[in-house]
């Protein structure tokens, strides 16, 4: 079974983080919610608490298919100026492993810690201005290598559904849906 973390940062985006968690449990995909923080309580962008399954700190050693990074002007911020995020992050890139931004967190994240390589990549409002390291792509979802982002809340079903796809390869039908979700995704 393909195993995802999603990263959890103080101000993070909810919609962004649920809907994805959402589609990959549909889809038969183990989602291991990761607290970058000491507790495992996180509170969201729209101060919804929440609490994650671990602490990134407790987990950091376990091997993951991919990682998911949602945006949130907060809480992409706190991803990008923790050093134990980044380090968590370069080690899946460098295994090869999905890394999954949406939103500010690939400009934020990857692109402030030279993390995008010069993939192409896409974030939400022009914060692609202050990136050098990558090539910005104005798409809802873009595909490079193992990077998959995405553009931002409005589109977190094509991103969520895209790494679902990623993920399970062959065993996804052409036209990906889950259960009770009315909602045609074609690739």
Not at 100 to 110: D, G, K, Q, Y
């Amino acid at each position: 079974m393909k195993k995802v973390a999603v990263l959890l940062a103080p101000g993070f985006e909810e919609g962004e983080a649920i809907v994805t968690i959402d589609i990959l449990h549909r889809l038969k995909i183990k989602v291991e919610t990761l607290s970058c923080t000491s507790s495992k309580k996180v509170v969201s962008y729209h101060n919804i608490p929440m609490v994650a399954d671990n602490t990134l700190k407790k987990a950091f050693d376990t091997n993951y298919d991919a990682v998911v990074l949602p945006g949130g002007p907060e809480g992409s911020v706190f991803l990008a100026n923790s050093q134990e995020v980044v380090s968590f992050v370069r080690r899946h890139d460098e295994a090869g492993k999905l890394i999954c931004p949406i939103c500010s967190a690939s400009a934020r994240v990857l692109g402030g810690n030279g993390l995008l390589k010069g993939r192409r990549y896409v974030c939400s409002g022009d914060l692609w201005q202050n990136v050098s390291d990558g090539v910005y792509v104005d798409q809802n979802v873009v595909e490079d290598g193992n990077l998959i982002s995405g553009k931002g809340f409005g589109l977190v079903f094509d991103f969520a559904f895209t790494i679902a796809t990623r993920l399970l390869g062959d065993s996804v039908p052409a036209n990906v849906h889950a259960e009770h979700i009315y909602y045609s995704w074609q690739e």
